[in-house]
Each structure stands twice: as C-alpha cells, then as structure tokens.
C-alpha cells in the first residue's frame, strides 16, 4: 500500500516537473534535519559540520550554500 502511495506521489510530481531523485531526497533529509537543530534562529558551523559528517559529506563547506535558514525556511514554514 505504501509503495503505491509512493508511486502516485511520485506521479504528482512528474506532473510539475519535479522528479524524485538519490540526490534530491538527500537533500530534502539535510534541509529537515537542519531544521531539527535550529536554535535561536540560527545554524551554527558546528551543526553544519555534523550534518557534513552524518551524510558523508567531505565538507560542511559544500552545505552552506545549500542548507541555509533561507531554504530551511521556504521548505518548512513553521520555522520563524
């Protein structure tokens, strides 16, 4: 039944041109996990560097651009 769900899920997004990726579920995962850590409003380099480290990311450099308060926030709107 889940796997149905998936794959009619999946469907939708193929419709507006967004496709299920390795790479974009990985991401989706960093973004949610980030929000997870978020404290006063900020990530500090510490929790970037775990992030790097907890998806066997070489460097936390390479998240910066992409794990930001700015994306966290266009993805999860219940973070302020």
């Given at each position: ?5 998936f794959i009619e899920e999946s469907v ?59 994306n966290i926030r266009k993805t999860y709107l219940d973070?302020?």
């Open positions: 039944m889940t796997n149905m769900l939708q997004f193929q419709k507006v041109g967004i496709y299920l990726t390795a790479k974009l579920i990985q991401r989706i995962g960093m973004i949610n996990q980030a929000r997870k850590l978020i404290k006063d409003g900020e990530i500090s380099i510490n929790d970037l560097k775990m992030e790097a480290d907890r998806f066997h990311i070489t460097s936390y450099h390479n998240l910066k651009g992409y794990v930001s308060l700015r973070v302020v």
